[in-house]
């Protein structure tokens, strides 16, 4: 595959390295100059110096015959207008659309991503924060494994005596929209649960849901604070 | 209501200009030096803050908004601030300054209008030296 890969820092430089190794065709576009130089001495990879935002250096990068672009760099709106860009102009008379993957660091970004058509993200900031969430809030809910490229992960709850999910039935716990129970484990027996199941204490539930409503599923299953949103935003005048 | 983002020097005269038409005009700029060089004529809201954070564009009552003008300096943020008004908030108009031509093209797609400075301004001169011809 011919891969675009917009964005020269960590990850950019790891992601050439790998794809390289995979066997696959790897063009870079970097602005900082001292990057594209360190990069091109270390790899063989078209490496391309300029601003990756831009229509025209896209074009000079071979855009038009990738498979798929990646955008990497530090900024999400670049990021958003690299994906754009890849997939409005230059997906033109293709056979097969350019397949468009971006970094996004700020998680709220999510859905405009999302509906500009942006066919996968990366969203290391919200990745790091619920290991370290998860790491740092014991007996909480345990991440299994995650779905649909991270839109649904499974994830499973020993319910605890202070549970507020103890003593109610399932169909009581008004859990979220997307989430499914998908199995109680109770005295080593495994039980499908059903909406009159009643929850006790010690029961280890397993969950699908959506990657947005874990906090909700942890509130209602295991019942705790609500995590704080980092603001910042100061108001003037 | 008016909402500009970007207090530099273009969003500094618009607001000026836009406030003194009785308009309702709320400015955002992540640098409080810049909102402040508005000076004390000015009697918008001002919100510091990025234009890409749906936070600070609720805070800045965009669901009321008739226009959003994007006009920093960073064309990318500019970009992606009218995305998120037209596409996430829905205001009836948004106008961005972006200079790429090619952008402009793509950005009309998602009605989004655009102003391109540099484009205006070498109209304009290139006019002043041939004469004003049609």
Known sequence: ?237 | MIIIYGCGQMGQHLARKLGKQELNVTVIDPERLNLESLGPEFKGEMIMGLGIDKDVLKKAHISEAEVFLAVARDINTNIMCALVAKRLFHVPRVIARIEDPTLVELFCKFQIETISPTTAAAGQIERMILGQKG
């Open chain 1, 1 to 237: 595959m011919y891969i675009l890969v917009v964005g020269g820092g960590k990850i950019g430089y790891h992601l050439v390295r790998t794809l390289l190794s995979e066997g696959h065709e790897v063009a870079l576009i970097e602005k900082d100059i001292r990057v594209c130089e360190q990069i091109a001495e270390r790899f063989d990879v078209m490496v391309q110096h300029g601003d990756g935002t831009s229509p025209a250096l896209l074009a000079e990068a071979g855009c038009q015959r990738a498979d798929v672009v990646v955008a990497v760099a530090g900024r999400d709106q670049d990021n958003l207008v690299v994906c754009q860009v890849a997939k409005d102009l230059y997906d033109a008379g293709r056979s097969k659309p350019i397949r468009t993957i971006a970094r996004i660091n700020d998680p709220r970004n999510e859905e405009l991503f999302r509906l500009q058509g942006v066919d996968a993200l990366i969203s290391v900031t919200a990745a790091v924060a619920n290991m370290i969430d998860l790491e740092i809030t014991p007996h909480s809910m345990v991440h299994y494994l995650t779905m649909q490229h991270g839109h649904l992960i499974m994830v499973e709850v020993t319910l605890a005596d202070d549970s507020p999910a103890v003593g109610q039935t399932i169909a009581n716990l008004n859990l979220p929209a997307d989430t499914i129970l998908v199995t109680l484990a109770r005295q080593g027996k495994v039980m499908l649960p059903a909406g009159h199941t009643i929850l006790e204490s010690g029961d280890e539930v397993v969950a699908i849901t959506n990657m947005g409503q874990q906090t909700e599923v942890r509130r209602l299953l295991v019942g705790e604070r609500v995590p704080v949103v980092a603001g910042g935003n100061i108001r003037t005048s």
